[in-house]
């Protein structure tokens, strides 16, 4: 499977009370990856979104992952996004077997991005690159390591923080495969504004 577009992640602040209508109007918009990113610790009503997501994925054909936890994922059967203090990749590989979308946080550093390479990550992520709502204090990365990355790195690249629709373009252009939102997509005060969002996010992919 090709990972190119729109990776769209979920918020449960930014979504509460309309957690589903607006996930389900950004698959309807085209989603390359979903990442269901929660950081509670209610681990039950985890579960349960998860269980949720992972039907309204089957319906559009959208690969789901999981953020922080291997246990979870290898339960649904779905991938996981793992970053530095999340647990091992090489674990989670033997776990999730050789199928499963895996994905690690690489910050702004080539090492690491080599380090997850080898230990069978299926794409790296680097970031921050703009300002954050979500996540202010996130290290920061810009589009001269993304260009050093393109040229070292076999693995499909996913770049996040902050990107919307009137930034990301230049990010594609430097080489990024995966755009990784939040913010610029479900900030948005209508599902119908969600699903534009997602198909102006892959609009940039078309050329
Ligand atoms: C696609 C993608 N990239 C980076 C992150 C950040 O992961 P991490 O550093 O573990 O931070 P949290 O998301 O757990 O706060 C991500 N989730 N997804
Ligand atoms: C979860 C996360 N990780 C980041 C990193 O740089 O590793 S930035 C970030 C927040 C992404 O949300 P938004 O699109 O709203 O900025
Ligand atoms: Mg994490």
């Known amino acids: 499977m090709k990972l190119r577009g729109l990776y769209a992640i979920t ?101 690491l991005a080599a380090q997850a390479a080898s230990e069978g990550a299926s794409y790296v992520a680097f970031g921050r690159f703009f300002n954050s709502v979500t996540k202010p204090g996130a290290p920061a990365a810009n589009v001269q390591l993304l260009e050093q990355a393109r040229a070292q790195v076999k693995l499909p690249i996913a770049v996040i923080g902050g990107i919307t629709l009137d930034n990301a373009a230049p990010l594609v252009a430097h080489g990024a495969d995966l755009l990784a939102v939040i913010h610029g997509l479900f900030g948005a005060d209508s599902a119908q504004e969600v699903t534009r969002r997602a198909r102006a996010f892959n609009a940039l992919f078309a050329s």
């Open 11 to 111: 918020d449960s602040q930014l979504l509460a009370g309309r957690f589903l209508s607006h996930v389900e109007a950004a698959l309807e918009g085209g989603v390359c990856l979903l990442q269901y990113r929660d950081k509670s610790d209610d681990a039950a009503r985890r579960l349960r979104e998860a269980e949720g997501l992972m039907k309204l994925c089957e319906r559009y054909g959208t690969q789901l992952l999981i953020n922080d936890d291997a246990e979870v994922a290898a339960r649904l059967g779905v991938g996981v996004h793992l970053g530095q203090t999340d647990g091992p990749l090489t674990p989670a590989r033997a776990l999730l077997g050789r199928q499963a979308i895996i994905g690690s946080t690489c910050h702004a550093s080539l090492d």
